[in-house]
């Protein structure tokens, strides 16, 4: 393909400088305008460069075309997924042969019970290009499904509701709501959450069904630009909870299920660098808290007087153990974290209707790099829990664990053809950074392989907010693992996986350490002879395409190929620009860019503004529309500006490549044969690079 590639003229957009002062720090910007998404030239410039990234991956199209059939061969197209129990039905989604979208159904748990469908997405998504259902809940008294639906990409739901008894649609719509979405215990309100300026969702409401939207009642607004407010419900169905949360502290409002046109009352007022969550059972609250616990550790306290000074220590904070989620049942507490890098549940036998440890065990798994995480657990009065469970190899399984007798059992496991784990390997191995920190990676490849060096690897990696990158099951990487790749993921700092401290040591001032750490990461597989540079390509999203786009920057010769995808690219003008949505909110990750420290510091690391003339990897750079998140003008400012130095110092013409999807979001194609076709055409890049 390259000297293809070199006979084709990229686009070169046009320079309007715009003068940038902070700090007395003076940038000259000269793709600023691409900002501009209703201008002609920017949408025109768009078009350009995917006309430019088509004709010249169109050398690939065979390979796009045979990867996407292997792809659709793996999976089973008529499908369903593992039947989950709620309230007198099981619940659970179905797909069919050629069709796009899911099918979300029920049926009463008897065996002759026959089959409800409540949503048929691909009849929702006619005639569009993106369809994206978000929450979805059913009614207590299990008449009612209120559900959200995301038309355009851009994160702005509408809320339905459909009465389930006769199919009907009511004719109420609420727009411009987020993903929150709950019922009170009558089954005759349901709470959400809307959008305020810069897409923060600040409010929560209360809609009574079958009344006019306007009439809605506002229960909660959150005026701090750095906080978000969520609505849910505790495990027993007893309290509605209202939480407002920044990324280093939080705030819960909780109030009678039974009682929703009460106002709420506060569990605990909101402290400096304080997180906590909520459940409850019985007549207490089980409270997760990092208050003298950086790995978080869980107290108690009275329904009727739930402040920090009725707060009673059950699980103490242990360095070895991140709670990260707390679940209550009627006679057990589930703690969900990590311990030595990897996922962990523990399970606690509790004392009937008081707070008191009977015993606890932790769920054993068998593989040295795995993920494993809760599903819908809506039975409260039950000692099954369901979990899915999957590492780099063996598909993701849904299970349900008994937690008196500790056995488990297969409800459901991802069927792919013409594929058998027993081929492939997958390790656990460790990276020394440059400070001498001991960095995790999960590593699969086909057995047999040589450690000469010879072989094509993909390091993936993310690092932020606290997010750990999970080594799961994804069926169509057999296509890579099939061609001698060997995949990777780095558990990189920014994320948890290594305890809080992991994430604390790589944000904010700290947050090199993720870049470097990755760097070490891809030192490491050339080091063990699992690949070497010229034969390594890296790969992240969203944040972990900055991610990308830094640790490009900092070592261009490390790597030959990179996908950064929906990339926050443009650190410096996006901090700078509160208008922007949830720029606010990420003051307490990256910084804010009035305190000159930290505005000097993410300058540091921007990719936009550190870009040189350097002979580059090869970049695929991505991009949607409509995302809310990431705007689709970092990865063009990105393209245009490296293009841009290439010729003003007459640097290496290395391949930058920006594909822009017109009709989509921060997540990408909605629909499931779009969404494979998309992997089809990053992945037939990888190919080509190595």
């Known amino acids: 393909m390259a000297h293809n590639a070199r006979s084709l003229l990229p686009p070169q957009a046009q320079r309007r400088p715009v003068q940038i002062t902070k700090h007395d720090d003076v940038r000259v910007d000269d793709f600023f305008w691409l900002r501009e998404r209703d201008n002609p030239d920017v949408l025109h410039y768009l078009a350009a460069e995917n006309d430019y990234t088509a004709a010249v991956m169109a050398p690939t199209q065979t390979l796009q075309e045979t990867l996407y059939q292997e792809m659709v061969a793996r999976i089973r197209e008529t499908d369903a997924s593992a039947p989950l129990p709620e309230g007198d039905y099981w619940y659970y989604e179905r797909t069919e042969a050629g069709k796009n979208y899911p099918i979300l159904c029920r049926r009463k748990r008897e065996d002759t019970a026959e089959e409800e469908i409540l949503l048929d997405l691909n009849e929702l998504a006619l005639g569009r290009a993106f369809c994206d259902l978000g929450e979805w809940r059913v009614s207590p008294d299990q008449n009612l499904l209120a559900y959200c639906l995301d038309l355009d990409g851009n ?23 987020y993903y929150g979405l709950e019922w009170d215990a009558t089954s005759q309100y349901v709470f959400y959450t809307t959008l305020g300026e810069a897409h923060r969702p600040d409010s929560v409401w209360r809609h009574c069904v079958g009344d006019d939207p306007a009439a809605d009642v506002r229960v909660f607004y959150e005026p701090d630009i750095r906080y978000e407010a969520e609505v849910g419900k505790t495990s027993d169905g007893a309290s509605l909870l209202v939480t407002l949360s920044s990324n280093t502290q939080s705030e819960i409002w909780h109030v009678p299920a039974a009682l929703s046109p009460v106002d709420p009352q506060p569990l605990a007022v909101r402290g400096t660098q304080h997180e906590y969550s909520v459940d409850r059972r019985g007549g207490w609250f089980y409270i997760r808290t ?69 015993d606890q065990h932790d769920v054993t798994f068998p593989e040295p790099a795995y993920t494993c995480s809760l599903v819908r657990n809506a039975l409260y009065d039950t000692c099954l829990l369901y979990f899915a469970y999957s590492s780099p190899v063996t598909p993701n399984t849904v299970y349900a664990y008994d937690m008196q007798q500790r056995t488990l059992a297969a409800i459901k496991r991802e069927e792919v053809n013409d594929y058998d784990p027993s081929r492939y390997t997958v390790e656990r191995v460790w990276a020394t950074a440059a400070d001498g920190t001991r960095v995790p990676m999960s590593l699969a490849y086909r057995k047999g392989i040589a450690r000469d060096g010879s072989n094509p ?223 089809a055409f990053e992945y037939a890049f990888f190919l080509d690079t190595v």
Not at 158 to 175: F, Q, S, W
Request: charged residues 20%; contains cysteine.
């Open 155 to 177: 994160e702005a739901f509408v809320v339905h509701v459909k009465r389930l008894d006769t199919g009907a649609v009511l004719p109420e719509r609420i727009g411009n709501a």
């Open 290 to 358: 990092n208050l003298h616990a950086p790995n978080f550790r869980v107290v108690v306290a009275p329904v009727t007087a739930p402040g920090i000074d009725h707060w009673q220590e059950l699980v103490a904070h242990d360095p070895e153990f991140l709670i990260e989620n707390l679940v209550t049942f009627a006679q057990h507490v589930v703690l969900c974290g990590r311990s030595g890098g990897l996922p962990a549940i523990r399970v606690l036998h509790m004392a009937e209707g008081e707070p008191l440890i009977l």
């Open 457 to 679: 690897a993909l390091l993936y990696g993310y690092g932020a907010y606290g997010a750990s990158t999970e080594p799961r099951f994804v069926s169509q990487r057999v296509s890579l693992l099939e061609r001698g790749f060997v995949v990777a993921m780095a558990h990189i700092r920014g994320g948890s996986e290594m305890g809080r401290m992991w994430y604390e040591t790589g944000k904010m001032l700290h947050k090199r350490n993720t870049f470097t750490d990755f760097i070490a990461c891809a030192e490491a597989l050339i080091a063990a002879g699992y690949t070497n540079p010229a034969r390594l390509v890296i790969c992240g999203r969203s944040a972990g395409g900055l991610l990308m786009g830094a640790v490009t920057n900092m070592r261009p010769d490390l790597f030959a190929g990179v996908l950064a995808g929906v990339p926050f690219m443009d650190v410096i003008n996006t901090m700078l620009d509160p208008s922007i949505p949830l720029t606010a909110m990420e003051y307490e990750e990256w910084g804010n860019p009035d305190v000159p420290e930290q505005y000097a510091y993410m300058r540091s690391y921007s990719p936009y503004d550190n870009l040189v003339a350097a002979a580059y990897p090869r970049l695929l750079l991505t991009a949607g529309l409509h995302d809310p998140r990431v705007q689709y003008w970092e990865p063009a400012k990105y393209a245009a500006k490296l293009r841009a130095l290439q010729i003003e110092h007459s640097g290496p013409n290395n391949l930058v490549l920006l594909r822009t999807i017109m009709t989509v979001g921060h997540g990408g194609p909605t629909g499931r044969y779009d969404s494979l076709r998309e992997t």
